[in-house]
């Protein structure tokens, strides 16, 4: 059965940095497009990152542009979200998430609800 564990998260001081880490079993991680997407307090759901499985280029919002950056170790079924230069407006709490891949979708044309399996969440703080 396809499980993904997130670790990773934690408090930081703006400015600071994270790797969150979500790791596969079940399957095999490039199957599948790979995203990361976060929900704050009151607020809803965001797409953070997104790279698809077939060729294109990576999505990132343009609130983390230039300061988040996903990553994939594949031999370990892990993806990675490296957080850079993090802002109290990034204190969330962070999924990563995989969808179907279709060839014909780019990775920002992708929507929540394209995706198929969620993983548990982990809690990012950043204190001013």
């Known amino acids: 059965q396809l499980q993904l564990v997130e670790s990773g998260g934690g408090l930081v001081q703006a400015g600071g940095s994270l790797r969150l880490s979500c790791a596969l079993s079940g399957s095999t991680l490039d199957l599948w497009t790979i995203a990361w997407f976060r929900q704050a307090p009151g607020k809803e759901r965001e797409g953070v990152s997104c790279?698809?499985?077939?060729?294109?280029?990576?999505y990132y919002a343009d609130s983390v542009k230039g300061r988040f950056t996903i990553a994939t170790d594949y031999p370990k079924n892990t993806v990675f979200l490296q957080m850079n230069n993090l802002k109290p407006d990034d204190t969330a709490v962070y999924y990563c998430?995989?969808?179907?891949?279709?060839?014909?979708?780019?990775?920002?044309?992708?929507?929540?609800?394209?995706?198929?399996?969620w993983g548990q969440g982990t809690q990012v703080t950043v204190s001013a």
């Open positions: 790279l698809s499985s077939t060729e294109g280029p990576t």
């Open positions: 998430a995989l969808a179907s891949s279709n060839a014909a979708k780019a990775a920002r044309d992708y929507d929540e609800s394209d995706f198929n399996f």
